[in-house]
């Protein structure tokens, strides 16, 4: 057995594995097991997650710390994402070894300056530029509390962005958050090192369906306002089929889809028909308004979906062009489509796909990045 040990502080519990920011997570810890990595793992709990006993199979040993979510983390200059996830347990549990610790987002980095851990290896790796999301979460928000909230969280964090510089490594899950962080932290060790996903294999059936598909977690209000766009500027009197899946769609979106008869809403769909859902779609529709991180759903479409149609913000920074046919306005959307309507999805497509993703996004290749990065050769 390995005796290379390294712990990971998780903002969430990282299973079940069913958005973006825990997909990466969970699917990093199988990685970095199935490598031969020996892992801590420190997770601060979220409501509506429950503990899992899933993830001992894959640790040494599995740490929960309460969230500290009183008014205390809400009035302070440091971000509420940050501060409420602090524990003297934790930094007591860390300092029982002296193995690496790699902070999972800006979420998890309140003791990245902490002097107890001045000698230690630390990693952070980055998900999003924090302050960049929460300003767009701003501009997509309707509610006028929630957007004071997220106009003084993108502010704070844009602040406490400065103390990465203690991070002796940054893991950077896109190529445009790479070159970002390079400028703001020159001489910093800052890696490229996409997200861990849940597809080991391809899953691509050739051939052609008859409704295109768009599909993300609809409560947050970046994916809101995509399915919005999607509804009123592209497929509403459409002769194309939409069907939007995802978790938790407010009632909003129903009255929006509701005059079109070929709009419909699945909510909340199980894994297992979600997948069906985009390996059967003729065309999986993708569209973000901001650039920020590695849009999982993206790979999910590439490993499993036929013809895979964005706007140029979903792609920025993952090289991932020559896989996508790429519209920007509603009515190339609309053009995109009729022109993909007749077009079968090939053999060859899927293969190239298969060259071009295993070289940069395999799960095993980037576990093996990670610990040469981390350990050394």
Known sequence: MSD?????????????????GVIDVFYKIMALHNYGIRLHLHIFEYPGRDR?????????????????TGIGSAFSPIPY???????????????????????EGMHSCYYLDDPRLRNRKLI???SNIEHEYYINLFSAEHNLAKKAYFLAESLKLRFFQRKLKHAGLMLVVSECDTDYLKKVFPGKDIRFLPSFHANDAFNIEAGSGDYALYHGNIEVPENEAAVEFLIRKV???SN?????????????????????SNISIIANPDDERLFSLIRNAHVNVLVTFQATGLKLKLLNTLYNGRHCLVNPLMLNGTGLEPLC????TAEDFRKKLDDLKDVPFSLSA??????????KFSNSGNAARLAEAVFGS
């Not at 899992?52 to 500290?68: D, G, I, M, P, Q």
């Not at 293969?351 to 070289?359: C, M, T, V, Y």
């Open 4 to 20: 290379q040990h390294l712990h990971i502080v998780s903002f969430d519990v990282p299973f079940p594995p069913n958005y973006g």
């Open 52 to 68: 899992a006993t899933e993830l001992e199979a894959f640790c040494e040993e599995v740490h929960y710390y309460s969230r500290k």
């Open 81 to 103: 994402i940050v501060k409420s996830r602090r524990s003297e347990s934790l930094v007591r549990n860390l300092l029982k070894d002296n193995y690496p610790v790699l902070f």
């Open 124 to 126: 952070y790796r980055e």
């Open 235 to 237: 497929f509403a009197g």
């Open 240 to 260: 194309h089929r939409l069907i939007i899946a995802g978790m938790n769609p407010q009632k909003r979106i129903f009255d929006l889809a509701q005059p079109y």
């Open 325 to 328: 046919t790429i519209a920007e």
């Open 350 to 359: 899927a293969e190239k796909r298969h060259e071009l993703l295993n070289r």
